[in-house]
């Protein structure tokens, strides 16, 4: 007998032009919201990542957390692999980018110009005490990165030579997530 699997999706969406976090903000809210909801940034002033170190989001970036409320017992690692996953599709099979997933679920973009592999996302799954799972990604989309950044870290930008909608990127990103998703 064939399984029928429906896919999520967001149900809320809470855009900011700017904020703190926006994992902090889905810590503060994730007892209230319902599952699906995806809260937004254009920029985040106090960004960090998985080892709690701050992490550049600048303007030009895809920055945003998704609350989820999974049915069945999930693992940070299959939900950072989840998500790593959704967006190396993307910005590989859409954008035409080389990437690779590192361990900690960071994506790596193929730099030419510097022949070396350099960050251009980054993931941050947690757990609530209530067992809410907050998944946060940062995509240096369309950055100019901080001089400091560029020998680590790349924005799609500066591969591709333009700028990509940060609203198709996004879409596309959170229709490969479900699809990940549903199978976890």
């Keep these: 007998m064939e399984k029928t699997i429906t896919l999520k999706t967001v149900k809320k969406v ?6 703190s976090s926006t994992q902090g903000l889905a810590r503060s809210l994730a007892a209230t919201e319902t599952d699906g909801t995806l809260i937004l940034a254009c920029h985040q002033t106090q960004a960090f990542g998985q080892k709690g170190d701050s992490f550049y989001a600048g303007e030009g970036g895809v920055y945003f957390t998704l609350i989820l409320d999974p ?3 999930i693992s940070s690692q299959k939900l950072t692999l989840a998500m790593s996953n959704a967006i190396s599709d993307v910005i590989n099979n859409v954008l035409g980018i080389k990437t690779k997933i590192s361990k900690s679920g960071e994506i790596l973009c193929y730099d030419k110009s ?20 907050l998944l946060g990604a940062g995509i240096y989309l369309n950055n100019r990165l901080p001089i400091g950044l560029r020998t680590t870290c790349i924005s799609l930008k500066s591969i591709l030579g333009s700028e990509t909608s940060k609203e198709l990127f996004l879409d596309e990103v959170l229709n490969n997530f479900w699809k990940e998703y549903a199978f976890l």
């Design 71 to 73: 049915q069945a017992k």
């Design 14 to 19: 809470i855009g900011l032009e700017e904020t």
């Design 114 to 133: 510097a022949r070396n592999w350099k960050k251009c996302a980054g993931i941050l799954a947690e757990q609530t005490e209530q067992g809410t799972w």
